[in-house]
């Protein structure tokens, strides 16, 4: 009797499905029992943790990174997990477990990118929004830092990684890939040559976001959509920019040691720049 010799790439799909298939089990059967239930506090103040997800991500990647969030060192009040309606039937059976400890999934239109913030800023307009991707591993005093540094700075935007704007000699914004990269704040404003406003948070290392941080065009459906359609990160940047609260200083503060310690999954892409800031003349 012959059997068939399988090519690299049968070999690699067998391999990957079964991992996925032991790894989902060792997730639904140890893991979920251990985590701590949400007390999901009422009243204001509180801190809302809110992601979005899509297609196969909501089940291969989103789960894994949620548990994280319950695994913290310092637990939210709310995680809040918001899918467009045409990906219902992308949701796996294992966020019912983690609905009995607290994961809240809210169906709404896709709004591409912002679906991970302006929803939640309409709902909680009163509340602190911690922003995540549903790719990233974040570590276990991941909001115990962004608090940490919260409480040292009250109003601001409280950020982990974040890049440097780089600008031409008319002050014009270059392309995203030539800014300075993962800046750390204490050596990238040390010689006083840099704008506190060029701090540019990323969300792949979680932003903490206070109320009425941002300008009040931030949910501007219409605005948003036709300035700046696939850059979240840069419409939130102006918004947060303009808004006269900060008094001219930079809406931003860093926690301390920056991003160490995320896990990062997959990669994020390069995203536009430029209508957003020519909108609101931002430069």
Wanted: proline fraction near 6%.
């Amino acid at each position: 009797m012959t059997t068939e010799k399988m090519t690299f790439g049968e070999r690699w799909k067998k391999t990957r499905r079964i991992w996925k298939q032991q790894t989902a089990m060792f997730f639904k059967k140890l893991l979920i029992p251990t985590l701590e239930p949400l007390k999901n506090r009422e009243g204001t103040g509180r801190y809302i943790i809110s992601l979005t997800s899509y297609g196969k991500r909501i089940a291969d990647l989103t789960p894994y990174t949620i548990f994280t969030f319950f695994n913290q060192s310092v637990k939210p009040d709310k995680i809040i997990l918001w899918i467009g309606h045409n990906d219902k039937e992308n949701v796996p059976k294992i966020f019912k477990k983690l609905a009995k400890k607290g994961l809240e999934i809210r169906f709404c239109e896709d709004i591409k990118s912002y679906t991970k913030i302006i929803y939640a800023l309409e709902a909680f307009p009163d509340d602190c929004v911690i922003t995540a991707d549903d790719d990233v591993l974040y570590p276990k005093d991941w909001i115990e830092r962004l608090l940490a540094a919260y409480e040292k700075n009250p109003e601001k935007i409280i950020y982990l990684r974040a890049h440097g704007i780089k600008t031409d000699e008319n002050h014009h914004p270059l392309s995203y890939n030539d800014w300075f990269n993962c800046i750390e704040p204490k050596t990238y404003f040390g010689n006083g040559k840099h704008s506190p406003f060029s701090v540019f948070p990323t969300g792949v290392g979680g932003i903490l976001y206070p109320p009425k941080c941002f300008y009040k065009d931030v949910t501007n459906r219409e605005l948003f959509m036709k300035l700046a359609p696939q850059a979240d990160d840069i419409w939130l940047w102006a918004m947060a920019v303009i808004n006269e609260k900060f008094g001219g200083e930079s809406p931003y503060a860093p926690v301390e040691k920056g991003d160490k310690g995320l896990g990062f999954v997959a990669l994020k892409s390069q995203q536009e720049t430029g209508s957003a800031l020519n909108h609101y003349n931002v430069s």
